[in-house]
């Protein structure tokens, strides 16, 4: 499987099983997502990789496994990825059919030749030629200018009309394609219609391909006017002339038709290439003269340099812009996904990072931690905020009521065993000299030099998560950016004999409803012992 072998439906078939895990995490916890990619990393994919595969690679073949798991479940199931890949199958036949038959259909009455009036030479350049290439021009100029403001989406008004056309085609193919398919398939379908609308990341994969849609019904076109053309002239005797009421000289037309002819002049013998002088001064329609002075080889010399003409300053320039769509296109698909995106940085860490187990009275762990009562025979870690190759440092936010009651050699256990390869910085906040300010600045900091592997902040699950609370964490992620991973660690209410207790699966629910609100998709919620 290559590295960089990513779809527009393997993006959609991510996203799809993303969404399933962060269902399973607000009701079950990250224990189950743990052991399943774990189990999947060392019995799947590290004997095949091994231990130098690039997280790119592992989301890849991540993927791969849980499809096929999925399909396996039931084979009647759909994914996303296969929804985008029929319905963009049909919309290209649809665009190239509608393109062909919106060319013959305009070009063949515009032929109608009743032997008295012969095709007019010029409204058949302006029409087929001269306008398609004036279209191309003003697509190809903002390009351009949009690649100069450094914007990625194709600029096109019928782009975006045709976008939200094909928006509404796709809430009627749910209705009467999967109205009888099952309810999971029809979730599959209302997710993948919400990916599609609403995720700013696949935007411009959306737009690139309806642009690519627009050239494949130019390219109809064209093919429509050329076939039309050499079939009606093929199978019916068709004359070609030109005429203007101004005083134009038939030299300077015939130097003009030179010029346009030079891309395919060199190929053609030069009596097919363009009509010679003589033949466009003899196919000059004067109407008090009519057809009969005029000779028929001059009247039927046009229709070579016309269909030329369609071929390269229509239907080529459609096939140009086809060709640098794709290229565009999967150009941003080398991009995504991005393995530094925070639930992707938290699913290769739960593959590759091994789970922990440790006994309360383990020796090692006894010699670190604080005496906290008696602990559970057996507590397994959850994987926090691992560091980076150039990220140094965890910080570890206590309130300040917490502080002096939780064992914080024990806090700073979990987080070392779990996978922060740097030091674990343990800070207080929230107490009544008014330290936060200092908090935001040393936070700020250490994330200007790279040196933030993520910010968890401790909290008791079984108090609701306040505004006060959501102010914290507004405020916390303006201090260390948008990338940085923030994890909120719950804990339960303190038993008798032991402060730190699992979070009741009601109260993360809670928690997790509430942060999942903000749209943050860096911050997680998570109970910090199982």
């Not at 071929?311 to 320039?317: A, D, H, I, K, V």
């Not at 150009?331 to 699913?347: F, G, H, M, Q, V």
């Amino acid at each position: 499987m290559s590295n960089a072998s990513w779809k527009i439906g393997d993006i959609l078939d991510l996203e799809f099983f993303l969404d399933q895990d962060r269902q399973n995490d607000n009701r079950e916890g990250e224990a189950s997502l743990v052991q399943r990619d774990r189990t999947l990393y060392t019995k799947k994919i590290l004997p095949q990789y091994g231990e130098s595969a690039q997280p790119r690679l592992l989301v890849r073949k991540w993927l791969q496994l849980r499809r096929e798991a999925f399909l396996a479940d039931d084979g009647q199931q759909i994914l996303p990825g296969k929804i985008w890949q029929d319905l963009f199958f049909g919309a290209k036949g649809i665009a190239l059919g509608i393109g062909m038959l919106g060319g013959i259909s305009v070009t063949i009455p515009f032929l109608v030749y009743s032997g008295q009036a012969p095709v007019n030479v010029t409204g058949y350049f302006a029409l087929f030629v001269l306008l398609q290439f004036l279209l191309f021009t003003g697509q190809l100029f903002t390009l351009c200018w949009r690649k100069m403001r450094k914007r990625q989406l194709p600029a096109s008004i019928f782009g975006v009309l045709l976008g939200r056309l094909s928006f509404l085609l796709m809430g009627k193919l749910q209705q009467v394609v999967y109205r009888k398919r099952s309810l999971s398939t029809q979730r599959t379908v209302h997710l993948f219609r919400e990916q599609i609308m609403g995720q700013a990341a696949l935007a411009p994969f959306v737009l690139w391909s309806i642009f690519l849609l627009l050239q494949l019904a130019g390219i109809g076109f064209n093919c429509g006017v050329i076939g039309a053309t050499l079939g009606k002239v093929f199978v019916a005797d068709t004359a070609f002339g030109w005429q203007s009421t101004l005083q134009v000289q038939e030299s300077l037309i015939a130097e003009t038709v030179r010029w346009l002819a030079l891309p395919w002049s060199w190929v053609l013998p030069e009596h097919l290439a363009y009509p010679s002088l003589e033949a466009i001064a003899g196919s000059r329609i004067i109407l008090k003269d009519g057809l009969y002075s005029l000779a028929t080889v001059d009247l039927v010399s046009w229709w070579p340099f016309l269909c030329c003409s369609v071929l390269f300053y229509g239907l080529l320039p459609r096939v140009a812009l086809l060709v640098f769509g794709l290229f565009v296109r999967n150009r941003l698909l080398k991009r995504i996904p991005s393995t530094e995106e925070p639930e992707l940085r938290r699913l290769v860490r739960r593959m590759v990072t091994p789970t922990v187990k440790t006994s309360g009275d383990n020796s090692r762990a006894a010699s670190k931690r604080k005496p906290s009562g008696s602990q559970k025979d057996e507590e397994e870690k959850v994987i926090l905020p691992a560091v980076g190759n150039k990220q140094e440092v965890t910080f570890l936010l206590i309130p300040d009521e917490l502080y002096d009651i939780v064992p914080l050699d024990r806090l700073t256990s979990l987080l070392t065993d779990s996978g922060a390869k740097g030091a674990v910085n343990i800070m207080r906040f929230g107490g009544l000299e008014g330290t936060d300010e200092q908090l935001f600045d040393t936070l700020a900091n250490n994330a200007k030099v790279n040196k933030l592997a993520g910010v968890t902040l401790l909290q008791e699950a079984w108090q609701p998560p306040i505004e006060e609370i959501v102010s914290l964490l507004r405020d916390i992620r303006q201090a260390v950016g948008t990338e940085t991973e923030i994890l909120i660690g719950l804990i339960g209410k303190p038993a008798a004999d032991e402060v730190l207790t699992p979070a009741e699966k009601e109260a993360l629910a809670i928690w997790a409803m509430k942060i999942t609100s903000l749209a943050d998709p860096a911050i997680t919620v998570t109970s910090l012992i199982r």
